[in-house]
């Protein structure tokens, strides 16, 4: 099983220094206003803000009242004070990092300078052993659709905070636009600082844009983890599962990491495997608890002592865990997911694409969710590079039928960036196309226009796909409790595009022969060396997600690292799943 | 001693940006023209990366080491940027709108009043030269007076800065392409509103259409700040719109707008949908028999197709609720229509309504069940309904593919399907299993008992 730690691993840094780092900053900070004081925290920051300080340490710091914050009323608050005459002093604490922008916004409502800013530079927050967060949902938007580069140099910062806390990096890889931008914001930030000379605790860093791949993260997850992000949606490392996981009537929240026993064994397994694990779990869990009969009052108290506790607490968890699974099973045994899996398949192999087609338009006409009708069309775009013509506008008209047609500016951001497009017939091809189209009868012509344009798509993702050989031949049988490569994370049908690029450059220790892939991902590669080592650091490679990762690519690298005896560990501006990737587009409210 | 030679080149910087303002011949630009040097763009090579990245290491080594070689010197510029690299190229290629050509510079020698500090090198790679009176007077300007580099990294560190000083156009754009090509956006969006409120909004426009990365982030500014009025954006606009009517007359004001052919009819579909759901909306007497959970309005298409599908069945096509007057209206395809109006008299357990969605007459009068959509999907439908059994049997055995026909058929408990399939493919062996599942003397028991007696049949197994 993908649990059992490997012997020769690497060991990892201790992340929790960063948020001791975090958690001294935010009290000096308050400590900056002495006396009693209220705290309006924004919704977003609520969650990481809890993963670092509890209300005992903000009331230890005379922190009296809490309040959420939405946009704007602290500018209001300020006002209304101020013309009710009332004297109060403000702080606003701005994190990871203050923007110009706020600034001119309290300038022109007349508050600046009534009330005074600050920064914490939360950086990273980090949500496991291996997993780090920047926890910038926005990030993605903000970067590859909106085109506003405000987070290149926080994403700069994070990596040189790390740094500076855990020592040099000896290579850095990186493909995309924004890495290369973030790489160099690093540099920047690294020649005005002062220079460590310590013994790098990483070997090699990757740093990959989210638009490099974005088929990875559109398709089913079926990993145990990624499968709970999906259903459930894990938030800051927690989930909330409600009544009909935890049979009572209340839900219950958990943390989600590898403190958790049986969670740490079973998340990056594929989920046929999970329940036959659970009930094996369970019986051994009897087994224990059977140890009781026939002991004596010493046996009795040792026990009690020693094993009962871990016992219960594994039992707690392991009744969740088989809960989740259950209600998950549930949903996902029905018909219909099986049909999208299918598709989604399918899509990926590039094989029965007017079945897949007439599929999407009949979920899209059944009015069923929004955002898989959604997803299923991005994945038909990106794979098919673009729709053809008369697919996408009828496509895009059922789909404003079905569900309002203010999703016109949603298409229009799937457009911009590439997710869902219409194919622009080739001039050529067109030419000959009415060449032969004169020598066979009218029926014949309408074939004819769909395999010339289908010959028109410049296919990258299908010509990449076989370059690299991400999708498996099909007919081979798939042990998946033997997994034999990354495929396993979405059931031997398909290697993220993402971890391939990365297995390959750190295989060839950089670009060198890929250069027909980087071609077809529009260049923007790079590799530098920084420093020689040759300690064990060497194993531990640092991977930069710029816009978001899911857990199905964590869980294929944590098996990479497993194959290849390093570890990895994760940066990403946020977890990211396909729900979350498209609700970041959408623009169908106000 | 290296913060005094710093704050010298700084003072230099000022000295040549006036001077040469003084000086400006925009007409005579023959060095630039011939100048190698490019403007920055993003798909350049990767070797402009490096580059970029080797000449800071080269500056940096310069401004700590005293003895460097002249000819390394030489590719610094006068502000300290590398010769060549991206942000030096930026601002080379931006002012030459407004530098003068070298020759009308005085001549004279710079070695003695700068001696052999790192700035006076930087001079003499670009062949200016300083007359030292006018140095000095320079020298006496504010010591505000900073260069768009130094401003811009004082930004981006969040040190105090000034941009009044940036006050001709050539100058707010030197600053504004230094803030680009540091990468930080959050120092080019400053500077944008710098220029939002010392420039004309048509000045304004006309430079940012040259740089894609500054126009973007002012477009997601404006866009933050609630101020822009983009052609799609206006369109969003209407989603603020509380109140039915001043919605559908804003979204009556947007048909004119400039929108792409495809957008355009999609548009106004929108208004023609809003419209008609007022008027549904209005005649509102049919809930006192179906008390309904929620309005129509703003609700998409198809959700207005059911609800007409669902009250206003059977009407004439002449009026606005009726459901074919919706379908021909909003150009919905067969296979949609049937979707939806299937959904609907399902739910309402009409199930005569449901056959004569699917009946089509031939020539002979014989009637004859089509549907565009699969018929295992109309029982899947049928079925979340709550259908009989008579009727879901009667769908399943319109099921083309005879593996989904079996699955339905036994999913759905439509014994008389199943028997049939059995007896038609021979099984004789799958009748005995099914049998044991059945209730003993059913008609369905009898009927298999039936099948296995007679000795007509030639079982297979």
């Known amino acids: ?40 925290i924004d919704a977003d920051l609520m969650s990481p803000l809890d993963r670092i300080a509890n209300v005992t340490i903000l009331k230890q710091h005379e922190v009296d009242k809490l309040y959420k914050v939405e946009l704007k009323p602290i500018v209001n608050l300020v006002n209304a004070d101020k013309v009710a005459g009332r004297f109060r002093r403000y702080k606003i604490i701005f994190t990871p990092q203050k923007f110009y922008a706020c600034e001119t916004v309290l300038e022109e409502q007349g508050v600046y300078g009534d009330v005074t800013t600050d920064e914490w530079n939360f950086y990273i927050l980090p949500l496991d052993d291996d997993i780090l967060s920047l926890e910038l949902p926005e990030f993605f938007r903000d970067n590859f659709l909106e085109g506003d580069q405000r987070w290149v140099t926080t994403a700069g910062s994070a990596l040189r905070l790390l740094q500076s806390v855990y ?22 930030l690294m020649e005005d600082g002062e220079q460590r000379t310590r013994q ?20 089913s997850q079926v990993v145990y983890e990624g499968l709970v992000d999906d259903l459930f949606r894990i938030k800051c490392g927690s989930v909330e599962f409600g009544p009909d996981v935890t049979s009572s009537d209340k839900s219950i929240k958990v943390m989600l990491n590898s403190q958790d026993k049986v969670f740490s064994e079973i998340r990056n397994e594929h989920f046929s495997n999970v329940f036959g694990f659970l009930s094996q779990k369970a019986k051994n869990l009897q087994t224990a608890y059977d140890k009781r009969r026939g002991m004596d009052i010493q046996q009795m108290k040792a026990f009690v002592a020693d094993e009962l506790k871990g016992l219960k607490q594994e039992h707690r968890l392991l009744s969740l865990h088989i809960g989740a699974s259950e209600s998950m099973m549930k949903k996902k045994t029905k018909q219909d997911f099986q049909e999208l899996l299918k598709t989604e398949h399918s899509l990926l192999e590039g094989f029965e694409i007017r079945e897949c087609i007439t599929y999407i338009e009949e979920h899209i006409n059944r009015q069923v969710s929004m955002i898989d009708s959604l997803r299923l069309l991005c994945l038909l775009s990106i794979t098919e590079n673009g729709l053809l013509s008369k697919d996408y506008r009828s496509l895009k008209a059922q789909y404003l039928q079905s569900y309002g047609i203010e999703h016109l500016l949603t298409f229009a951001n799937l457009r911009q960036l590439g997710l869902l497009e219409e194919q622009q017939a080739g001039e050529t091809l067109t030419v000959m196309e009415s060449k032969v189209g004169k020598l066979v009868n009218d029926k014949t012509v309408g074939k004819l226009t769909d395999a010339f344009s289908s010959l028109a798509k410049k296919s990258n993702f299908r010509a990449l796909s076989k370059r690299l050989a991400l999708v498996p031949k099909s007919g081979e049988e798939y042990d998946l409790r033997v997994p034999r490569d990354m495929a396993y994370v979405f059931s031997g049908a398909y290697i ?55 857990f199905s690519e964590i869980s294929a690298l944590r098996f990479l690292g497993k194959e290849r005896g390093c570890r990895f560990i994760v940066v990403t501006t946020a977890i990211t799943n396909s729900s979350r990737l498209l609700e970041a587009l959408l623009d169908n409210s106000a | 001693m290296d913060k005094q030679r710093m704050k010298l080149q700084l003072h230099l910087c000022v000295c040549v940006c006036v001077f040469q303002m003084t000086r400006a011949k925009p007409e005579d630009d023959e060095y630039w023209n011939s100048s190698k040097f490019k403007a920055f763009t993003f798909d350049d090579e990767d070797d402009e990366f490096s580059q970029l990245k080797e000449s ?78 006018i140095w000095f007077c320079l020298c006496s300007l504010s010591k505000d007076d900073l260069s768009p580099e130094e401003t811009v990294r004082r930004m981006q560190k969040g040190r105090p ?30 500077v944008l509103i710098f220029l939002k409120k010392s420039l004309s909004k048509e000045i304004l426009f006309r430079e940012l259409m040259a740089r894609d990365v500054a126009l973007r982030h002012y477009v997601h500014y404006l866009k933050e700040m609630g101020e822009q009025k983009l052609l799609l954006m206006h369109y969003k606009e209407h989603l603020n719109i ?53 309005s129509i309005l703003n609700m998409p298409i198809i959700t207005t197709l059911y609800y007409s599908c669902f009250y206003h069945y059977g009407e004439s096509e002449g009026t606005f609720s009726s459901p074919s007057n919706i379908r021909k209206t909003f150009r919905i395809s067969e296979k949609q229509y049937i979707l939806t109006a299937l959904g609907a008299r399902a739910k309402l357990k009409s199930w005569f309504d449901v056959d004569s969605l699917f009946n089509t007459k031939n020539w002979l009068g014989y009637t004859k069940k089509k549907s565009p959509i699969g018929f295992h999907r109309v029982v899947d439908i049928l079925h979340k309904n709550s259908a009989p059994v008579q009727v879901l049997q009667e769908y399943v055995n319109l099921i083309d593919d005879p593996d989904l026909k079996l699955s339905g058929a036994l999913k759905y408990k439509c014994h008389d399907v199943v028997i049939n399939t059995y007896r038609d493919l021979k099984d004789r062996q799958q009748l005995i299993v099914y049998r044991e599942k059945l209730e003993r003397d059913s008609p369905e028991y009898r009927k298999i008992q039936e099948l296995l007696n007679n000795v007509q049949i030639r079982w297979k197994n």
């Open chain 2, 56 to 133: 800071k290491r080269a500056v940096n080594s310069i401004l700590v080491d005293e003895d460097e070689d002249e000819d390394d010197v030489e590719r610094v510029s006068w502000s300290g940027e590398p010769v060549g690299s991206i942000s030096w190229s930026v601002k080379e290629t931006a002012s030459s709108i407004r530098s003068g050509s070298e020759q009308s510079f005085p001549k004279i020698d710079t070695t003695p009043s700068l001696s052999k500090q790192g700035s006076g090198y930087s001079l003499s790679s670009l062949s200016i030269v300083v007359d030292s009176p």
């Open chain 1, 496 to 550: 993220p595009l993402s971890c391939k690029l990365i297995e390959q450059v750190l295989e060839r220790d950089g670009w060198t022969g890929m250069e027909e892939v980087t071609r077809m991902l529009n260049g923007q590669e790079f590799a530098v060396t920084e420093a020689r080592s040759k300690t064990d650091a060497q194993r531990i490679v640092l991977v930069m997600f710029l816009g978001g990762c899911t």
């Open chain 2, 161 to 190: 800065f000034s941009l009044e000083k940036f006050r001709s156009l050539q100058d707010k754009l030197l600053l504004l392409d230094e803030a680009v090509a540091v990468y930080d956006g959050n120092v080019i969006t400053a």
């Open chain 1, 1 to 40: 099983m993908a649990h059992t730690e490997w012997k020769d691993a690497p060991g990892l840094p201790d992340f929790s220094l960063l948020k001791r780092l975090a958690r001294d900053q935010l009290i000096f900070l308050l400590e900056q206003l002495p006396g009693k004081k209220d705290l309006f």
């Open chain 2, 242 to 294: 509380k109140d039915e009517g001043r919605r559908r007359d804003f979204l009556k004001s947007c048909l004119s707008l400039p929108f792409s052919q495809d957008d355009a009819t999609h548009v106004q579909d929108h208004y023609t949908l809003l419209e008609r759901q007022i008027i549904i909306e209005a005649d509102a007497e049919i809930f006192k028999k179906f008390p309904r959970k929620a």
């Open chain 1, 167 to 188: 020592g040099s990096f000896s290579k850095v890889y990186g493909i995309g636009r924004c890495a290369k931008m973030v790489y160099e914001s690093w540099r920047e």
């Open chain 1, 200 to 219: 790098p605790e990483f070997a090699k860093v990757f740093l990959v844009d989210r638009d490099v791949d974005f088929v990875t993260p559109l398709c």
